[in-house]
């Protein structure tokens, strides 16, 4: 008998008993697992009827299957996709899962209870490519699957430019024959490049499948003339998609990507704004907008302040046209204004921009709290910081903490989504308890941020080890303070072993870390010869022979 | 066929629709020398579609000026080059529901037809893809699709992917025709599910170009009587939401409403959209005095349908084609009428011979003008027109009456231009009251 977790295993229950019309997700670790599970199911609840549908069932057939057993009482619709054999290629398992995700209304539909058995893989695929449906989903785990997590990318103008997108990653293996083809057939490259290269290419980023995604960039795109000869218009869709693939490149990269970028938008605005006569149109608002984002990442950030505020111009005016489709489109932009102006110092006007943004977004997820609690939480997050910075600590650390408080809400339900920003909320609640004196509490904060990014960095070490660099040199200047200089001291030497290379590696991104992190080692340690961080301190300090004294 | 000699056959083969394919060859007229004697349409819109690639045209003119038929001979004299794919936005749309997402949808529809017509095979994997699609965002259960099939003469919803996606874009046509709301409950602004429809339907036109390649042809889509479609709806299409059909991966025609090209804001389709104007056949020259060329092209193209010396007095076809302007719907109207109230007379007993004469088309005349003049009023327009009274479209009648000359793009003058009161002549775009309004005008003024 496999041992399940009681609590789980009642909670589950309840659902399927007392809740027609809902979805739940049960995650197993194998098949054994998932079949001793609804042998239980199945006694534990004789007043149901379970039917389990073939493991071969398209997406559609599914919807219509649970739609006929919903318009009876008392029906259990169970899909053992923890059984599906995953079929010939990533690209028709991602269709799969995407096509289900159509099929969120028919699940939940009258009386039907359907029960969806999945294993981690499965609980990954749902949480990425079929995120509508997992928003309706209340998942019961046996034992808890692996998380899979990635970096969010919450507002940047490639987010907004997913609505754009012409395609979905579903149709990748149509899209990759089409360009085969075109390209075996000998088109004219223009049109090659912008029928059949450009569509695949954007799919390709978006999947995201970088590697291909690069080859074809390399090879099919930037070093060809077709870039060159495509209108401005065209080329700018391209470098967008160029920009955010940079961004799984390298930095230097996305620099001189992100800089044409912005030379070809604003060259491309200036006529739009020729051609508008006034009139709020969305390209206009759209291209302010990533301007703006680009211009901030390239650290310009006057202009991009400027950017913004015509962009906000731009989406009041079509929002006042038609709230429900500009509104978010204002608050996201507010948002990104507020850090614009914290950057530049300007923290009232931040501020006010702030709570602008966040009186929209608690209004749109009064409506649709799946959709935008998380923007909530992101601008409450960013609010915190600059109530920090205006000393208003009590404000600040009541900010953080509703935010903290939603993300760990969303976590619980998608940690895949929402642990990074747990974590980093953890962190700047934990800086803030420093400032106030808190220290224990700080120490808390600090050491919960850490096991979350640890955790984050064995998958992607990448992506998270300059977390989990930077929550322990905060961690270590905490402990320093409590007196704790030996815990104090090995937190700054493990940041040190991850700073050190990315300081070799990438100087101007991490030279400063590095040096902050050696500063704090050097306070708790004694100065040794042997000690090879003391070393790398005190060559760093050494003041040139012929400096002034 | 035998040219028209009775009254009856007048009413019959005076039928102002566009001609057809077919019948070009007997009734087909060449009017490019009296529209602008410097530049055929036909080969302008040829040489805008060769330069660039998938190129879309805007052929603007109004109602009534023969843009149809242009395109119809602009397909008999391409047909080498081009695989053409027709649909109107009346036959399989509805006017009173034209969108970005119908038209879409038509488009799908259509190019299907048109590639199962010519047995071009398509792409399994593309076709699955595109019905998954449709399948999984409209949801209509197998069984409506039966009835569709059924009513909609008889589509093969088993015969592979292509029969599929035939079945559920035929549905949704039907939708757009009866307004059942299912496209546009679907495809909101809200969701923006619009790009992905957008997508789809380019996925379709590519993999049918990539087909016709073969055979060293390639599609051309043909969109008409978007011309006819409310100034909002036309608005939304071409200059609200412009980059769905101008992204379209095909080369395209539209024929669009001169009023779009009217205000400012038409400065927003130069990047997506090439303009073509199809002038109207000038009567009149700019001086106001008879245009001879003209009207014997005229009295030409209603030649080809009716024999006009048995059936038509001398002094009443001058005085029907003088004063409809060139309109050739209008004179068509016009005779027919004539026709009718000539026929009424000898059925009467008021005269014996079958002819149409100068009263006649009085009468007819006098139909017509009634329909302009109630066409010039303000009741019912859309808000942007708020602040124009019908005052101010007489008193601006009244100030172009007897001076043909170019007029700017102001809201006064788009009404005017839709109600056809005003009428725009040649490339070099000049305008005059349309005679029977300017009757009307000169009788108010004591002119």
New interface residues.
């Given amino acids: 008998m496999i041992p399940f977790d009681a609590a789980e295993l009642e909670g589950l229950v309840d659902l399927l008993r007392d809740c027609p019309g809902r979805i739940s997700a049960v995650v197993v670790p194998g098949q054994e697992t998932g079949t001793a599970l609804l042998e239980l199911l199945v006694k534990a609840l004789p007043e149901l009827t379970f039917e389990v549908m073939e493991e071969s069932a398209t997406?559609?057939e599914i919807?219509r299957r649970a739609q006929e057993l919903g318009s009876s009482q008392g029906n259990v619709l169970v899909l053992r996709l923890d059984r599906r054999l995953r079929p010939e290629s990533e690209d028709h398992e991602e269709?799969f899962w995407r096509?289900l995700n159509?099929?969120r209304e028919?699940l939940a539909s009258g009386d039907v209870r359907s029960c969806l058995f999945m294993d981690g893989v499965g609980n990954d695929r749902l949480a990425l490519l079929a995120d509508d449906l997992y928003e309706w989903v209340m998942f019961f785990r046996f034992p808890a699957p692996a998380a899979r997590s990635g970096p969010r990318m919450s507002e940047s103008p490639l987010r907004m430019s997913d609505?754009?997108?012409?395609?979905?990653p579903?149709?990748l293996?149509?899209?990759r024959?089409?360009w085969r083809?075109?390209r075996e057939?000998g088109?004219?490259e223009?049109?090659l490049v912008?029928?059949?290269t450009r569509?695949l290419f954007a799919a390709l980023v978006r999947s995201p499948r970088i590697d291909e995604a690069s080859r074809l960039w390399k090879n099919e795109l930037r070093d060809g003339d077709a870039l060159e000869a495509l209108?401005d218009?065209q080329r700018l869709g391209l470098l967008l998609d160029a920009c955010l693939l940079a961004r799984y490149e390298d930095r230097e990269r996305f620099t001189s990507r992100a800089r044409e970028y912005v030379a070809t938008a604003e060259k491309v605005l200036t006529?739009e704004r020729?051609?508008?006569?006034g009139?709020a149109?969305t390209?206009i608002a759209r291209s302010l907008f990533n301007i703006g984002y680009m211009q901030s990442d390239l650290g310009e950030r006057e202009a991009a302040q400027k950017s913004y505020h015509e962009a906000l111009e731009v989406y009041r005016r079509l929002a006042a046209q038609?709230p429900?489709?500009f509104e978010p489109d204002v608050a996201t932009t507010l948002n990104n204004l507020g850090t614009v102006q914290s950057d530049l110092g300007e923290r009232e006007a931040a501020r006010k921009s702030y709570h602008e943004a966040l009186e929209i977004r608690r209004r749109l997820a009064a409506q649709h709290p799946a959709a935008f609690e998380p923007d909530v939480a992101g601008t409450l997050n960013n609010l915190g910081a600059v109530q920090r910075g205006l000393g208003e600590r009590e404000a600040a650390q009541k900010s953080y903490h509703e935010a903290l408080e939603i993300y760990r809400r969303l976590a619980a339900q998608h940690p895949a989504a929402f642990e990074p920003d747990v974590a980093m909320t953890l962190n700047n609640l934990a800086i803030l308890q420093r400032d106030l004196g808190e220290r224990e509490a700080a120490q808390k904060s600090f050491h919960d941020s850490l096991e979350i990014y640890r955790r984050l960095a064995a998958q992607h070490p990448a992506v998270f080890e300059p977390n989990v660099a930077g929550t322990l040199n905060n961690l270590g200047t905490v402990q320093r303070d409590l007196g704790e200089r030996e815990a104090a001291r090995e937190c700054y030497a493990d940041a040190l072993g991850i700073y050190a290379p990315l300081a070799e590696k990438y100087p101007r991104a991490f030279a400063h870390k590095l040096e902050m992190a050696l500063r704090g080692y050097a306070s708790v340690t004694p100065e040794s010869e042997d000690d090879p961080w003391w070393r790398l301190w005190r060559e760093l300090t050494r003041q040139p022979e012929d400096a002034p004294t | 066929m035998k040219r028209a000699t009775t009254l009856a056959e007048i009413k019959r083969s005076l039928n102002p629709k566009p001609l057809k394919l077919e019948e070009l060859d007997e009734f087909f007229v060449e009017t490019s020398d009296v529209r602008d004697p410097q530049l055929s349409r036909r080969d302008a819109i040829y040489d805008r579609l060769d330069v660039e690639?998938?190129a879309k045209v805007l052929l603007a003119g109004h109602a009534g000026s023969g843009k149809s038929t242009e395109l119809v001979k602009f397909q008999a004299e391409h047909a080498d080059r081009y695989v053409f794919v027709r649909l109107s936005m009346i036959e399989d749309g509805e006017a009173g529901n034209a969108s970005v997402e119908a038209l879409l949808v038509l488009i799908v529809e259509a190019v299907l037809r048109e590639m199962g017509a010519r047995d071009v095979r398509l792409?399994e994997?593309?076709l699955t893809?595109i019905h998954?699609w449709f399948?999984?965002?409209f949801?209509v259960k197998q069984e409506e699709l039966e009835y569709t099939g059924s009513v909609g003469g008889g589509i093969d919803s088993a015969s592979g992917f292509w029969g599929k996606l035939l079945g559920v874009t035929a549905y949704l046509k039907a939708d757009i025709k009866t307004g059942s709301g299912l496209l546009s409950k679907t495809i909101t602004?809200?969701n923006?599910r619009l790009?992905?429809l957008?997508?789809q339907c380019?996925?379709l036109i590519?993999?049918a170009?990539?087909a016709l390649?073969?055979g060293s042809q390639e599609l051309l889509l043909i969109l008409e009587d978007l011309d006819k479609v409310t100034v909002g709806e036309a608005d939304d299409i071409f200059?609200e939401n412009p980059?769905a059909l101008a992204?379209l991966?095909a080369k395209a025609i539209f024929t669009a409403p001169i009023s779009l090209f009217c205000n400012?804001?038409a400065?927003?389709l130069?990047?997506h959209f090439v303009v073509e104007t199809l002038p109207m056949i000038k009567v009149d020259d700019q001086q106001g005095k008879p245009y001879k060329a003209g009207r014997s092209v005229i009295e030409h193209i209603l030649s080809q349908r009716v024999d006009l010396e048995a059936a038509v007095e001398r002094r009443a076809l001058v005085l029907a084609i003088e004063k409809t302007g060139g309109v050739l719907r209008h004179l068509f109207l016009v005779l027919q009428q004539a026709a009718a109230a000539a026929s009424q007379a000898i059925r009467r007993g008021k005269r014996e011979k079958e002819r149409i004469t100068e009263a006649d088309v009085r009468y007819g005349l006098n139909r017509l003008k009634s329909d302009l003049l109630r066409r010039i009023g303000v009741m019912g327009l859309p808000k942007e027109f708020e602040g124009i009274s019908t005052d101010d479209l007489y008193q601006r009648l009244k100030e172009l009456v007897g001076k043909p000359q170019r007029v700017p793009a102001d809201n006064v003058n788009l009404l005017l231009l839709q109600s056809h009161a005003l009428v725009e002549y040649n490339g070099e775009q000049w305008h005059r009251v349309h005679p029977l309004v300017a009757e009307h005008i000169e009788m108010l003024t004591g002119s």
Wanted: no cysteine; hydrophobic share 20%; proline share 11%.
């Fill in positions: 997406p559609g919807g269709g096509r159509y099929q028919r609505r754009l997108v012409d395609g979905t579903a149709d293996d149509v899209l024959d089409q083809r075109a057939a088109l004219p223009q049109e912008w029928d059949y569509p209108p218009e006529r020729s051609r508008d006569s009139h149109s390209s038609h429900a489709a | 690639p998938n792409s994997k593309t893809s998954g399948d999984e965002t949801q602004r809200e923006k790009p992905q957008a997508h380019g996925l590519k993999e170009q990539l390649r073969q200059i980059a992204n991966p400012p804001r400065a927003v130069d990047p």
